[in-house]
């Protein structure tokens, strides 16, 4: 049941150099699920354990987007089961069923899996049925996080993490979220901001905001954060429209206290300097 | 200038099992700061891009006690620059003269860099001074994140992060946003809840909750988040001054759907199952 892993920096990126994977007898096991944080994006913003994590079990379950990602990580003795976007309940069906069969899997998710991602959903299934099934989250960097690395220092102070999807969530229930988050002058950042179909939260959201901060208020804008195709721009709520938002963007608004420099967005904490 | 690393995992951890360091030449080079999240502790949930920074730089910047974490990564050729808590003002000095010598630094910071991390820091000064310095952060994996994986998935729906250190901050500010996150039915994460010199913060903050959360609402209590020392457990808003609460202890309060499940706390997303 021991793993070791060997893995090398290129100048093209990071490759597999040598790997003594032993996976388990998944006969009479009992079975195990891992929900993987991949982080933003590229595979270098991986943890060194869901790297590990990845590599030594025997099914990785994710949606297909991801498992392209992992391509170079999983190996052809690797059972994989990919699924579309919005077909997470599926997934996590197909998961929990590989685990109970005694099988270690590898649920991955973007990001890290507790932040509206797949953790939540396995752990439900896994309560609401009453499983006998050992479940690890490992951690990732989230949206947010890795956006503000982009931007500068923006959460530098306390902060709000607020989705705009209304799939599965009222929308007075988040509208009530940004009104409280912008009149307690937290730093807010935005998931889900737009997509083909919802174009109009994220409108709203800017004149709830503009009701408890300024106008010349920084606001920055990321797509594919830590991705290659990575692009940033900082702006202020006033102007914040006038940018492409979409389904791979995070945005964040400052406080009262952020300040822009350069290319960068700031929010202080408070030292004298 | 090009660099080349290899790590391998044992059963003791992680070691560094060969490396081919091409550090730069200093002369002539303009100076480069990377602040580097570490994540929550283990050397196992740095990322595999913090830990290659770590081997590349000349010069690692830090907090005694997060060097020591390092210890097996940094080589002699490697100078260390370490200074005690409370002494962020002159570390960031001590990092920033580094690089205007020409020298590649890397300024360490647990969890996440930009979550009341040293992030803001170093970017406020170089914005305060107008350096001419080439500064990136390396994002990580904040305390909040990281207790969530260990109590199983609290921060799945929207979430506010609140410091309740009054050092840097008036606490009429962090009343306000304790109310404002309470009143919103945000799921809460508080950081720095209580020192020995600070043990009334967490008293209040949980006061405040009770006007808008009903006492059984659930409360995750993490004392040390992914190290080997971790203690956790789960508790209600009524009970949680019952235990024992530090300068290491992340504490999560769940929102009005928040429920437990055996040693698990799960904030549901919203998905029929």
Redesign the interface.
């Known amino acids: 049941m021991?793993?070791?892993?060997?893995?090398?920096?290129?100048?093209d990126g990071?490759t597999l150099?040598e790997a003594e994977i032993t996976r388990s007898d998944s006969s009479n096991c009992r079975g195990e699920i891992y929900v993987v944080?991949l982080?933003?994006g590229d595979?270098?913003?991986?943890?060194?354990?869901a790297?590990?994590v990845i590599k030594e079990v025997d099914v990785v379950v994710g949606y297909n987007t991801y498992i392209d990602l992992l391509e170079d990580l999983i190996d052809e003795e690797q059972e994989v089961i990919s699924t579309g976007m919005t077909k997470?309940?599926d997934r996590t069906q197909l998961a929990v069923e590989a685990a109970q069969d005694g099988k270690r899997v590898a649920m991955i998710s973007s990001g890290?899996?507790?932040?509206?991602?797949m953790?939540?959903?396995?752990?439900?299934?896994?309560?609401?049925n009453e499983l006998d099934l050992s479940v690890e989250?490992?951690?990732?960097?989230?949206a947010a996080?890795?956006a503000?690395?982009?931007l500068?220092?923006?959460?530098?102070?306390?902060?709000?993490?607020?989705?705009l999807s209304d799939l599965?969530?009222p929308w007075e229930?988040?509208i009530?979220?940004l009104?409280?988050?912008a009149?307690?002058?937290?730093v807010i950042a935005l998931y889900n901001p737009k997509s083909k179909q919802r174009t109009e939260q994220i409108k709203e959201a800017r004149n709830i905001f503009l009701k408890h901060k300024a106008p010349d208020t920084p606001v920055g804008i990321v797509r594919s954060a830590?991705r290659g195709t990575e692009e940033m721009m900082i702006t202020d709520l006033e102007n914040m429209l006038n940018h492409e938002i979409n389904m791979v963007t995070t945005v964040i608004i400052g406080n009262s206290e952020t300040?822009t420099?350069?290319d960068?967005m700031?929010?202080?904490?408070?030292?004298?300097?």
Chains 1, 2 share one sequence.
Not at 119 to 128: K, T
Not at 183 to 186: L, R, S, Y
């Open positions: 021991r793993t070791s892993s060997i893995i090398e920096w290129k100048e990071i150099k944080g982080g933003p595979l270098e913003y991986l943890s060194i354990k790297f590990k997470e309940v890290d899996a507790g932040v509206y991602g953790a939540g959903l396995v752990l439900e299934m896994v309560a609401e989250i490992i951690p990732g960097i989230t996080n890795a503000a690395s982009t500068g220092a923006p959460l530098m102070h306390d902060y709000a993490v607020i989705s599965l969530t229930v988040i009530d979220r009104e409280k988050a009149a307690g002058d937290f830590k300040f420099f350069a960068l700031i929010t202080p904490r408070g030292y004298e300097l």
